[in-house]
């Protein structure tokens, strides 16, 4: 089955540490996004990749970080500098013009 | 640039009836527009999506949306709701000749579905 994979589903952690969300995905697809969602706000872009070696910021990347070493993987890292890290994130992955598929997020709670 | 207005962040309606959730778009290029479903705690899964020729889409789950140019409108309609359609609904849009930073999401409608 294609699709794309997001470990873990939840997560925890304190404050000040940093922490990688996994996003895989065997849709041999060039472009992958990351999105945070939180409640009322719909989904925002975090970064976006639309091939290895390469990656754009998007409307809230300011205490992430990503990278795109192979083309199935793009992890998102979010660093202690991100104030307000506590929130539902969404992987996705497209062929290029078409629809976005989407992972089943990973919950992130930081105390 | 793009923009989503979904009308309404919650609406309710009564088990059989019609279900109705609003969404105009604003893009300066021809768009592809697109409704996604959430189920709580889990991804986006697509409902349909209009990119060329009928302006008229069916999609799953009995989904169904029209494009009006004249409105920049794509509501999402259903003639007759079922307890498990209830979930949050985001319309998207991106451009037609290809967006490199992917789709615009509206802020999403949260439908309830009384009994």
């Known amino acids: 089955d294609g699709g794309i994979t997001q470990s873990p589903k939840y997560l925890f952690r304190k404050e000040g540490q940093n922490v990688t969300l996994s996003c895989e995905q065997n849709l041999n697809h060039d472009a992958m996004y990351w999105y945070r969602q939180d409640p009322g706000q719909g989904l925002r872009l975090i970064y976006y990749?639309?091939?290895?070696?390469?990656?754009q910021k998007g409307d809230i990347a300011e205490g992430y970080s990503v990278s795109r070493e192979k083309k199935e993987s793009f992890p998102l890292t979010v660093t202690s500098a991100q104030k307000n890290p506590t929130a539902f994130y969404l992987c996705?992955?497209?062929?290029?013009?078409?629809?976005?598929?989407f992972g089943p997020g990973t919950r992130l709670t930081v105390t | 640039a793009q923009s989503v207005t979904q009308l309404g962040s919650h609406v309710s309606v009564s088990e059989g009836a019609l279900v109705l959730l609003r969404c105009n778009y604003s893009s300066s290029v021809p768009p592809y527009l697109f409704w996604y479903v959430q189920y709580p705690n889990q991804g986006l899964q697509l409902l349909l999506k209009y990119t060329t020729g009928a302006t008229l889409v069916k999609g799953i789950n009995g989904f169904e949306a029209e494009f009006k140019k004249s409105e920049t409108s794509f509501h999402l309609t259903k003639p007759s709701a079922h307890m498990s359609d209830a979930a949050e609904y985001f319309c998207?849009?991106?451009?037609?000749?290809?967006?490199?930073?992917?789709?615009?999401f509206g802020k999403g409608t949260h439908l309830i579905i009384q009994p």
């Open positions: 998207a849009v991106r451009s037609a000749l290809g967006g490199a930073d992917g789709l615009t």
């Open positions: 996705a992955s497209n062929l290029q013009g078409g629809e976005q598929y």
């Open positions: 990749s639309q091939i290895v070696n390469d990656f």
